[in-house]
DNA sequence: CACCGTAGCGGAGGCTCCCTCCGCGTAGGC
DNA sequence: GCCTACGCGGAGGGAGCCTCCGCTACGGTG
Protein backbone atom coordinates (compact mmCIF):
# COMPACT_ATOMS: atom_id res chain seq x y z
CA UNK A 1 0.00 0.00 0.00
CA UNK A 2 3.12 2.52 0.78
CA UNK A 3 4.48 0.64 -1.70
CA UNK A 4 2.32 2.79 -4.24
CA UNK A 5 5.10 5.78 -4.31
CA UNK A 6 8.18 5.23 -6.57
CA UNK A 7 11.01 6.79 -5.66
CA UNK A 8 11.60 10.71 -6.46
CA UNK A 9 14.45 12.86 -7.33
CA UNK A 10 16.14 14.88 -4.70
CA UNK A 11 14.86 17.86 -6.38
CA UNK A 12 11.75 17.03 -7.13
CA UNK A 13 11.34 16.25 -3.08
CA UNK A 14 13.08 19.60 -2.44
CA UNK A 15 11.13 21.63 -4.28
CA UNK A 16 7.99 19.28 -3.39
CA UNK A 17 9.15 20.52 0.69
CA UNK A 18 9.28 24.46 -0.38
CA UNK A 19 6.25 24.85 -2.27
CA UNK A 20 4.14 23.01 1.11
CA UNK A 21 6.21 25.44 3.22
CA UNK A 22 5.30 28.49 1.48
CA UNK A 23 1.77 27.53 0.47
CA UNK A 24 1.08 27.23 4.66
CA UNK A 25 2.34 30.69 4.63
CA UNK A 26 0.32 31.80 1.90
CA UNK A 27 -2.98 30.55 3.10
CA UNK A 28 -2.29 31.27 6.45
CA UNK A 29 -2.28 35.07 5.34
CA UNK A 30 -4.94 35.08 2.88
CA UNK A 31 -7.11 32.02 3.01
CA UNK A 32 -7.36 29.07 0.98
CA UNK A 33 -8.60 30.74 -2.14
CA UNK A 34 -4.56 32.55 -1.86
CA UNK A 35 -3.31 32.85 -5.33
CA UNK A 36 -1.67 29.48 -6.76
CA UNK A 37 0.81 30.93 -9.28
CA UNK A 38 1.87 33.69 -6.08
CA UNK A 39 2.57 30.68 -4.49
CA UNK A 40 5.12 29.00 -7.38
CA UNK A 41 6.52 32.85 -7.84
CA UNK A 42 7.10 33.12 -4.30
CA UNK A 43 8.74 29.49 -3.92
CA UNK A 44 10.50 30.67 -7.23
CA UNK A 45 9.52 27.84 -8.84
CA UNK A 46 7.31 27.63 -12.18
CA UNK A 47 3.45 27.50 -12.10
CA UNK A 48 4.02 23.83 -13.91
CA UNK A 49 6.06 22.48 -10.86
CA UNK A 50 3.62 23.42 -8.74
CA UNK A 51 0.65 21.73 -10.80
CA UNK A 52 2.74 18.27 -11.12
CA UNK A 53 3.03 17.87 -7.48
CA UNK A 54 -0.28 19.14 -6.58
CA UNK A 55 -2.94 18.89 -9.34
CA UNK A 56 -5.48 20.32 -7.49
CA UNK A 57 -5.88 23.04 -4.57
CA UNK A 58 -7.23 20.46 -2.33
CA UNK A 59 -4.58 18.47 -2.86
CA UNK A 60 -1.96 21.36 -1.54
CA UNK A 61 -4.25 21.73 1.21
CA UNK A 62 -4.64 18.41 2.13
CA UNK A 63 -1.01 17.78 2.34
CA UNK A 64 -0.56 21.07 4.72
CA UNK A 65 -2.99 19.83 6.63
CA UNK A 66 -1.84 16.27 6.92
CA UNK A 67 2.01 17.81 8.31
CA UNK A 68 -0.60 19.80 10.97
CA UNK A 69 -1.73 16.36 12.69
CA UNK A 70 0.70 17.25 15.63
CA UNK A 71 -1.12 20.32 16.31
CA UNK A 72 -4.52 18.07 17.13
CA UNK A 73 -2.42 16.43 19.16
CA UNK A 74 -1.24 18.75 21.17
CA UNK A 75 -4.49 19.93 21.37
CA UNK A 76 -5.55 17.08 22.90
CA UNK A 77 -3.28 16.63 25.56
CA UNK A 78 -4.00 20.73 26.65
CA UNK A 79 -7.97 20.06 26.70
CA UNK A 80 -7.60 16.61 29.12
CA UNK A 81 -6.00 18.88 31.47
CA UNK A 82 -9.22 20.60 32.34
CA UNK A 83 -11.09 18.58 35.35
CA UNK A 84 -14.82 19.04 34.76
CA UNK A 85 -16.02 16.56 32.40
CA UNK A 86 -18.70 18.87 31.20
CA UNK A 87 -15.91 21.89 30.69
CA UNK A 88 -13.64 19.69 28.81
CA UNK A 89 -15.97 18.73 26.20
CA UNK A 90 -16.29 22.72 25.80
CA UNK A 91 -12.66 23.50 25.81
CA UNK A 92 -11.79 20.65 22.97
CA UNK A 93 -14.44 21.92 20.81
CA UNK A 94 -12.60 25.10 21.10
CA UNK A 95 -9.08 23.90 20.35
CA UNK A 96 -11.26 21.92 17.18
CA UNK A 97 -12.49 25.14 16.50
CA UNK A 98 -9.32 26.99 16.90
CA UNK A 99 -7.68 24.61 14.74
CA UNK A 100 -10.27 24.50 11.47
CA UNK A 101 -9.93 28.43 11.92
CA UNK A 102 -6.32 28.86 11.28
CA UNK A 103 -7.32 28.67 7.70
CA UNK A 104 -10.04 31.26 6.59
CA UNK A 105 -12.42 28.97 4.01
CA UNK A 106 -10.95 25.75 5.77
CA UNK A 107 -14.07 25.07 7.69
CA UNK A 108 -16.29 24.91 3.93
CA UNK A 109 -14.01 22.51 2.70
CA UNK A 110 -13.74 20.15 5.79
CA UNK A 111 -17.39 20.37 6.54
CA UNK A 112 -17.87 18.99 2.61
CA UNK A 113 -15.29 15.75 3.51
CA UNK A 114 -17.07 15.32 7.16
CA UNK A 115 -18.84 12.39 5.54
CA UNK A 116 -16.78 10.66 3.59
CA UNK A 117 -16.24 7.00 4.45
CA UNK A 118 -13.20 6.86 1.35
CA UNK A 119 -9.91 8.05 2.40
CA UNK A 120 -9.40 11.01 0.72
CA UNK A 121 -6.80 13.22 2.08
CA UNK A 122 -9.00 15.53 3.96
CA UNK A 123 -11.47 12.60 5.09
CA UNK A 124 -8.37 11.47 6.99
CA UNK A 125 -8.28 14.53 8.63
CA UNK A 126 -11.78 14.77 9.39
CA UNK A 127 -11.60 11.06 10.76
CA UNK A 128 -9.13 12.13 12.66
CA UNK A 129 -11.05 15.22 14.65
CA UNK A 130 -13.83 13.10 15.11
CA UNK A 131 -12.28 9.66 16.48
CA UNK A 132 -11.04 12.50 19.39
CA UNK A 133 -14.33 14.29 19.60
CA UNK A 134 -15.60 10.83 20.32
CA UNK A 135 -13.32 10.28 23.49
CA UNK A 136 -14.23 13.42 25.24
CA UNK A 137 -18.19 12.96 24.05
CA UNK A 138 -18.60 9.30 25.40
CA UNK A 139 -16.64 10.81 28.69
CA UNK A 140 -19.34 13.53 28.96
CA UNK A 141 -22.15 10.85 28.24
CA UNK A 142 -20.85 8.35 30.81
CA UNK A 143 -20.76 11.24 33.28
CA UNK A 144 -24.22 12.40 32.28
CA UNK A 145 -23.63 15.81 31.37
CA UNK A 146 -24.24 15.33 27.70
CA UNK A 147 -27.52 15.32 26.08
CA UNK A 148 -28.03 11.62 24.35
CA UNK A 149 -28.02 11.88 20.63
CA UNK A 150 -26.15 13.96 20.16
CA UNK A 151 -23.26 12.72 17.74
CA UNK A 152 -19.09 13.44 17.58
CA UNK A 153 -19.63 14.18 14.09
CA UNK A 154 -22.63 16.75 15.03
CA UNK A 155 -20.41 18.32 17.43
CA UNK A 156 -17.33 18.97 14.46
CA UNK A 157 -19.81 20.25 12.06
CA UNK A 158 -20.78 22.98 14.90
CA UNK A 159 -16.82 23.52 15.31
CA UNK A 160 -16.69 23.96 11.67
CA UNK A 161 -19.91 26.38 11.26
CA UNK A 162 -18.47 28.32 14.64
CA UNK A 163 -14.90 29.10 13.14
CA UNK A 164 -16.53 30.18 9.32
CA UNK A 165 -19.01 32.58 11.52
CA UNK A 166 -15.42 34.03 13.85
CA UNK A 167 -13.78 33.98 10.34
CA UNK A 168 -16.32 36.73 9.05
CA UNK A 169 -14.65 39.44 10.29
CA UNK A 170 -15.35 41.84 13.59
CA UNK A 171 -19.20 41.40 13.71
CA UNK A 172 -18.31 37.80 12.65
CA UNK A 173 -16.54 37.02 16.29
CA UNK A 174 -19.31 38.55 18.42
CA UNK A 175 -21.84 36.05 16.34
CA UNK A 176 -19.70 33.61 17.15
CA UNK A 177 -19.84 34.21 21.06
CA UNK A 178 -23.41 33.79 21.19
CA UNK A 179 -23.93 30.93 18.89
CA UNK A 180 -21.29 29.02 20.83
CA UNK A 181 -22.91 29.80 23.94
CA UNK A 182 -26.32 28.78 22.53
CA UNK A 183 -24.59 25.01 21.25
CA UNK A 184 -22.92 24.32 24.36
CA UNK A 185 -26.14 24.68 25.84
CA UNK A 186 -27.90 22.67 23.45
CA UNK A 187 -25.92 19.74 23.50
CA UNK A 188 -25.19 19.53 27.67
CA UNK A 189 -28.09 17.33 29.63
CA UNK A 190 -31.16 19.14 31.21
CA UNK A 191 -29.69 19.01 34.73
CA UNK B 1 -33.48 62.68 1.22
CA UNK B 2 -35.16 61.09 -1.79
CA UNK B 3 -34.25 63.70 -3.63
CA UNK B 4 -30.98 62.87 -3.79
CA UNK B 5 -31.93 60.79 -7.13
CA UNK B 6 -32.17 62.46 -9.89
CA UNK B 7 -34.32 60.93 -12.62
CA UNK B 8 -32.95 58.66 -14.89
CA UNK B 9 -33.26 58.42 -18.83
CA UNK B 10 -35.71 55.39 -19.83
CA UNK B 11 -33.49 53.06 -21.11
CA UNK B 12 -31.29 53.65 -18.28
CA UNK B 13 -34.48 52.66 -16.09
CA UNK B 14 -34.93 49.19 -18.36
CA UNK B 15 -31.30 48.09 -18.42
CA UNK B 16 -31.24 48.62 -14.83
CA UNK B 17 -34.53 46.61 -13.73
CA UNK B 18 -33.16 44.31 -16.61
CA UNK B 19 -29.74 43.79 -15.14
CA UNK B 20 -31.50 43.03 -11.81
CA UNK B 21 -33.79 40.39 -12.82
CA UNK B 22 -31.29 38.28 -15.34
CA UNK B 23 -28.68 38.90 -12.08
CA UNK B 24 -30.91 37.27 -9.79
CA UNK B 25 -31.25 33.93 -12.02
CA UNK B 26 -27.93 33.88 -12.11
CA UNK B 27 -27.23 34.36 -8.61
CA UNK B 28 -30.24 31.93 -7.33
CA UNK B 29 -27.97 29.47 -9.96
CA UNK B 30 -25.04 29.82 -9.06
CA UNK B 31 -24.69 31.84 -5.65
CA UNK B 32 -22.98 35.08 -5.47
CA UNK B 33 -19.73 34.49 -6.65
CA UNK B 34 -21.53 34.16 -10.52
CA UNK B 35 -19.71 35.84 -13.37
CA UNK B 36 -20.79 39.45 -13.82
CA UNK B 37 -19.44 39.64 -17.34
CA UNK B 38 -21.95 36.69 -18.02
CA UNK B 39 -24.60 38.49 -16.54
CA UNK B 40 -23.77 40.99 -18.50
CA UNK B 41 -23.74 39.45 -21.66
CA UNK B 42 -26.68 37.22 -21.14
CA UNK B 43 -28.59 40.68 -20.50
CA UNK B 44 -27.36 41.84 -23.78
CA UNK B 45 -25.32 45.12 -22.22
CA UNK B 46 -21.43 45.45 -21.94
CA UNK B 47 -19.64 45.05 -19.04
CA UNK B 48 -19.29 48.73 -18.50
CA UNK B 49 -23.19 49.67 -18.14
CA UNK B 50 -23.42 46.75 -15.67
CA UNK B 51 -20.52 48.45 -13.40
CA UNK B 52 -21.58 52.11 -13.71
CA UNK B 53 -25.34 50.80 -12.76
CA UNK B 54 -23.39 48.80 -9.66
CA UNK B 55 -20.28 49.70 -9.20
CA UNK B 56 -19.62 46.78 -7.25
CA UNK B 57 -21.07 43.17 -6.95
CA UNK B 58 -22.22 44.00 -3.18
CA UNK B 59 -24.55 46.93 -4.75
CA UNK B 60 -25.67 44.72 -6.97
CA UNK B 61 -27.21 41.54 -4.68
CA UNK B 62 -28.34 44.73 -2.48
CA UNK B 63 -30.60 45.48 -4.78
CA UNK B 64 -31.92 42.30 -5.65
CA UNK B 65 -32.20 41.37 -1.77
CA UNK B 66 -34.56 44.98 -1.31
CA UNK B 67 -37.03 43.63 -4.12
CA UNK B 68 -37.58 40.59 -2.29
CA UNK B 69 -38.43 42.14 1.32
CA UNK B 70 -42.15 40.87 0.81
CA UNK B 71 -40.82 36.88 0.74
CA UNK B 72 -39.47 37.72 4.38
CA UNK B 73 -43.29 39.05 5.24
CA UNK B 74 -45.27 36.48 3.28
CA UNK B 75 -42.48 33.84 5.33
CA UNK B 76 -43.99 35.69 8.81
CA UNK B 77 -47.03 35.32 7.79
CA UNK B 78 -46.55 31.23 7.24
CA UNK B 79 -44.68 30.85 10.73
CA UNK B 80 -47.04 33.02 12.77
CA UNK B 81 -50.04 30.33 11.96
CA UNK B 82 -48.00 28.21 14.06
CA UNK B 83 -49.78 27.75 17.47
CA UNK B 84 -46.65 26.56 20.04
CA UNK B 85 -45.02 29.30 20.89
CA UNK B 86 -41.78 27.48 21.45
CA UNK B 87 -42.75 25.54 17.55
CA UNK B 88 -43.69 29.04 16.35
CA UNK B 89 -40.17 30.40 16.87
CA UNK B 90 -38.57 27.66 15.50
CA UNK B 91 -40.92 27.45 12.35
CA UNK B 92 -39.79 31.09 12.23
CA UNK B 93 -35.94 30.87 12.17
CA UNK B 94 -36.48 28.06 9.63
CA UNK B 95 -37.97 30.42 7.20
CA UNK B 96 -34.82 32.58 8.05
CA UNK B 97 -32.56 30.14 7.42
CA UNK B 98 -34.29 29.50 3.80
CA UNK B 99 -34.43 32.71 3.19
CA UNK B 100 -31.02 33.19 3.44
CA UNK B 101 -30.08 29.67 1.91
CA UNK B 102 -31.62 30.96 -1.17
CA UNK B 103 -28.44 32.33 -2.39
CA UNK B 104 -25.93 30.54 -1.64
CA UNK B 105 -22.77 32.60 -0.45
CA UNK B 106 -25.44 34.99 0.75
CA UNK B 107 -25.18 33.94 4.44
CA UNK B 108 -21.10 34.95 4.60
CA UNK B 109 -22.63 38.74 3.16
CA UNK B 110 -25.43 38.60 5.41
CA UNK B 111 -23.18 37.85 9.22
CA UNK B 112 -20.75 40.73 8.29
CA UNK B 113 -23.85 43.25 8.10
CA UNK B 114 -25.41 42.14 11.28
CA UNK B 115 -23.82 44.31 13.00
CA UNK B 116 -24.41 47.59 10.60
CA UNK B 117 -25.94 50.12 12.47
CA UNK B 118 -25.00 52.66 9.33
CA UNK B 119 -28.30 51.90 7.00
CA UNK B 120 -26.53 50.22 4.33
CA UNK B 121 -28.36 48.25 2.05
CA UNK B 122 -26.88 44.74 3.32
CA UNK B 123 -27.09 46.25 6.99
CA UNK B 124 -31.01 47.23 6.61
CA UNK B 125 -32.20 43.54 5.11
CA UNK B 126 -30.57 42.32 8.56
CA UNK B 127 -32.56 44.90 11.00
CA UNK B 128 -35.38 43.79 8.85
CA UNK B 129 -34.74 40.40 10.13
CA UNK B 130 -33.89 41.16 13.30
CA UNK B 131 -36.78 43.08 14.00
CA UNK B 132 -39.18 40.25 13.23
CA UNK B 133 -37.23 37.95 14.85
CA UNK B 134 -37.39 39.81 17.64
CA UNK B 135 -41.31 39.46 17.82
CA UNK B 136 -41.59 35.81 17.95
CA UNK B 137 -38.51 35.55 20.11
CA UNK B 138 -40.44 38.05 22.86
CA UNK B 139 -43.76 35.85 22.61
CA UNK B 140 -41.50 32.77 23.39
CA UNK B 141 -39.78 34.61 26.48
CA UNK B 142 -43.19 35.38 27.69
CA UNK B 143 -44.54 32.12 27.59
CA UNK B 144 -41.59 30.56 29.29
CA UNK B 145 -39.97 28.76 26.54
CA UNK B 146 -36.84 30.63 25.50
CA UNK B 147 -33.76 30.61 27.64
CA UNK B 148 -33.02 33.68 28.89
CA UNK B 149 -29.53 36.21 27.56
CA UNK B 150 -30.50 34.57 23.91
CA UNK B 151 -31.04 37.46 21.68
CA UNK B 152 -32.66 38.12 18.40
CA UNK B 153 -29.28 38.90 16.38
CA UNK B 154 -27.90 35.62 17.98
CA UNK B 155 -30.40 33.37 16.08
CA UNK B 156 -30.29 35.34 12.74
CA UNK B 157 -26.87 34.58 13.32
CA UNK B 158 -27.54 30.86 14.39
CA UNK B 159 -30.07 30.35 11.19
CA UNK B 160 -27.39 32.35 8.56
CA UNK B 161 -24.50 29.54 9.99
CA UNK B 162 -26.95 26.90 9.44
CA UNK B 163 -28.04 28.05 6.13
CA UNK B 164 -24.46 28.41 5.42
CA UNK B 165 -23.80 24.95 6.60
CA UNK B 166 -26.54 23.40 4.33
CA UNK B 167 -25.37 24.85 1.52
CA UNK B 168 -22.17 22.74 1.10
CA UNK B 169 -23.38 19.37 -0.84
CA UNK B 170 -25.41 16.71 0.61
CA UNK B 171 -22.87 15.71 3.72
CA UNK B 172 -23.72 20.00 4.45
CA UNK B 173 -27.17 18.82 4.54
CA UNK B 174 -27.08 15.92 7.07
CA UNK B 175 -24.55 18.28 9.33
CA UNK B 176 -27.44 21.41 9.47
CA UNK B 177 -29.58 18.57 10.45
CA UNK B 178 -27.55 17.90 13.35
CA UNK B 179 -26.82 21.75 14.66
CA UNK B 180 -30.26 22.61 14.50
CA UNK B 181 -31.53 20.10 16.52
CA UNK B 182 -28.51 20.87 19.28
CA UNK B 183 -29.45 24.83 18.63
CA UNK B 184 -32.99 24.35 19.24
CA UNK B 185 -32.55 22.72 22.45
CA UNK B 186 -29.30 25.60 23.43
CA UNK B 187 -32.13 28.38 23.21
CA UNK B 188 -35.01 26.63 24.61
CA UNK B 189 -35.49 27.37 28.21
CA UNK B 190 -34.69 24.17 30.43
CA UNK B 191 -38.40 23.10 31.30
C1' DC C 1 -41.05 68.43 -35.65
C1' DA C 2 -36.20 69.30 -36.15
C1' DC C 3 -32.26 70.34 -33.39
C1' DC C 4 -28.70 69.66 -30.13
C1' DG C 5 -26.45 68.81 -25.48
C1' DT C 6 -25.46 65.23 -22.82
C1' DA C 7 -26.76 60.92 -20.34
C1' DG C 8 -25.77 56.62 -21.09
C1' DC C 9 -24.09 52.90 -24.08
C1' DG C 10 -20.73 49.27 -25.94
C1' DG C 11 -16.65 47.22 -26.16
C1' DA C 12 -11.64 47.34 -26.39
C1' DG C 13 -7.97 46.62 -23.34
C1' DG C 14 -4.97 45.98 -19.19
C1' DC C 15 -4.59 43.21 -15.34
C1' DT C 16 -4.69 38.76 -12.64
C1' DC C 17 -5.48 34.08 -12.16
C1' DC C 18 -6.18 29.22 -13.69
C1' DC C 19 -4.29 25.30 -15.81
C1' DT C 20 -1.84 22.74 -19.84
C1' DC C 21 1.65 21.43 -22.73
C1' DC C 22 6.21 20.90 -24.53
C1' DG C 23 11.17 21.38 -25.32
C1' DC C 24 15.27 21.25 -22.51
C1' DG C 25 18.56 20.64 -18.60
C1' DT C 26 20.35 17.79 -15.30
C1' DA C 27 20.20 14.18 -11.46
C1' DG C 28 21.73 9.98 -10.54
C1' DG C 29 21.99 4.86 -11.89
C1' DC C 30 25.39 2.22 -14.33
C1' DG D 1 32.00 9.84 -17.18
C1' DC D 2 27.75 8.77 -19.92
C1' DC D 3 23.18 8.51 -21.05
C1' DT D 4 18.32 8.41 -20.15
C1' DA D 5 14.09 9.75 -18.45
C1' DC D 6 12.50 12.63 -14.65
C1' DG D 7 11.32 16.82 -13.56
C1' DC D 8 11.81 21.79 -14.62
C1' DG D 9 10.45 26.47 -16.48
C1' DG D 10 7.67 29.24 -18.91
C1' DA D 11 4.81 30.35 -22.89
C1' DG D 12 0.12 30.59 -23.92
C1' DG D 13 -5.03 30.15 -24.20
C1' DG D 14 -9.12 30.98 -21.60
C1' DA D 15 -11.90 33.42 -18.25
C1' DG D 16 -13.10 37.10 -15.14
C1' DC D 17 -12.62 41.88 -13.11
C1' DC D 18 -12.93 46.55 -13.86
C1' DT D 19 -11.81 51.13 -16.44
C1' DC D 20 -11.88 54.33 -19.87
C1' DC D 21 -13.31 56.64 -24.01
C1' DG D 22 -15.59 57.70 -28.34
C1' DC D 23 -20.09 57.45 -30.24
C1' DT D 24 -25.29 56.91 -30.18
C1' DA D 25 -29.74 58.24 -29.41
C1' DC D 26 -32.89 60.13 -25.68
C1' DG D 27 -35.70 63.72 -24.74
C1' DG D 28 -35.97 68.78 -23.47
C1' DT D 29 -36.54 73.02 -26.11
C1' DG D 30 -37.89 76.45 -29.58
Known amino acids: MASTERPRRADARRNRDLLVEVARRHVRRHGIT ?17 YR ?48 AAYRGLSGLLVGSLGDTAPTPLGLACQEMIAMTEEFLAAARRAGVARPGVTARDLVGCAAMVAWLGSLGPGGTRQADGARDILRHGYRAAP
Chains 1, 2 share one sequence.
Open 34 to 50: TSLEAVARDAGVGPGTL
Open 53 to 100: HFPDRESLLAEILRRESDDLAAARERAARTIDVAERLDTWLGEVERHI
